[in-house]
């Protein structure tokens, strides 16, 4: 797992050499800052990148840098990256159709249909849902912080 301020004072102190990308994993970003060192462009996109890294916060750092990476490394095949991608766009029209639900009603009948059927429904789906029936104030905020 990746450090976020590890990344950061790497990015600030040699960012334009490109070591915070090598650290990162991004090993073909970090040969490209590394090859034009000699010229100002990568020690600004250094400096940008350690006051992007700084705002970011750990979870959204974690998720970009740590979580997807080893994810990668671990299912390199595209049938698995395919499937995730799929699962996110489910999960989308899932929260989509559950808002357009006008009554708890429905949205009953649509958490008991599922279950009957046997169908999955994602975590978030499933919370939007429940959140609606026992009128809660919903924060899709899918965070890992």
């Known amino acids: 797992m990746k450090n976020k301020t590890v990344a950061t004072l790497l990015a600030f102190v040699l960012g334009g ?58 299912f390199e095949d595209e049938e698995s990256l395919h499937l995730a991608h799929f699962e996110a766009k489910r999960e989308e029209e ?11 009603e429905a949205i009953r009948q649509f958490l008991e249909d599922a279950k009957q ?13 429940r959140a609606i029936l026992e009128d809660r104030p919903w924060k899709n905020e899918d965070r890992l912080d």
């Open 17 to 74: 050499l490109g070591i915070h990308r090598f650290y990162l994993g991004q090993t073909k970003k970090g040969w490209l800052y590394l090859g034009f060192s000699w010229t100002p462009i990568p020690w600004l996109l250094g400096l940008i990148d350690a006051i992007r890294f700084n705002g970011m916060s750990y979870a959204d750092f974690n998720r970009k840098y740590s979580l997807r990476h080893a994810f990668r490394k671990k």
């Open 94 to 104: 899932l929260l989509r159709k559950i808002e357009a639900l006008k009554t708890k």
């Open 117 to 129: 059927k046997g169908d999955y429904l994602p975590r978030v789906a499933h919370a939007r849902a």
